[in-house]
């Protein structure tokens, strides 16, 4: 098992920046990919970043493509998501997940390939 716990989110002006955290615990001794997803009232999950075990490759949303940036300190077994540029259309409750994997490259997109997930952390942006 693998727990999550997600800091960081709050309430923003547009334009402001905040950084997300999403510290792991328990079976950390495996490889896993980790992911951030995100949720809008009555909106579906939709997926906003991700980066592999190894920390050398990431993947965006469209969304959020040079604005957001994930990135992961294994020492610490913790992910972090850099969010500039925040506009109102980014308020949601921010997910993190993690994934196992085999290949340390691997960055998994969908949500089913995630098997953990944190309980989320608010990020309001008002304009």
């Known amino acids: 098992q693998v727990a999550l716990v997600e800091s960081g989110g709050g309430l923003v002006q547009a334009g402001d920046s905040l950084r997300l955290s999403c510290a792991a615990s328990?079976?950390?001794?495996?490889?896993?990919?980790m992911g951030w997803f995100r949720q809008a009232p009555g909106k579906e999950r939709e997926y906003v970043a991700g980066i592999s075990w190894s920390g050398g490759s990431t993947y965006y949303g469209d969304s959020v493509k040079g604005r957001f940036t994930i990135s992961r300190d294994n020492a610490k077994n913790t992910v972090y998501l850099q969010m500039n540029s925040l506009k109102p259309e980014d308020t949601a409750v921010y997910y993190c997940a993690a994934a196992f994997v085999s290949a340390i490259y691997y960055v998994p997109v969908s949500r089913r390939e995630y098997n953990y997930w944190g309980q989320g952390t608010q990020v309001t942006v008002s304009s």
């Open positions: 328990g079976r950390t001794s495996r490889s896993y990919a």
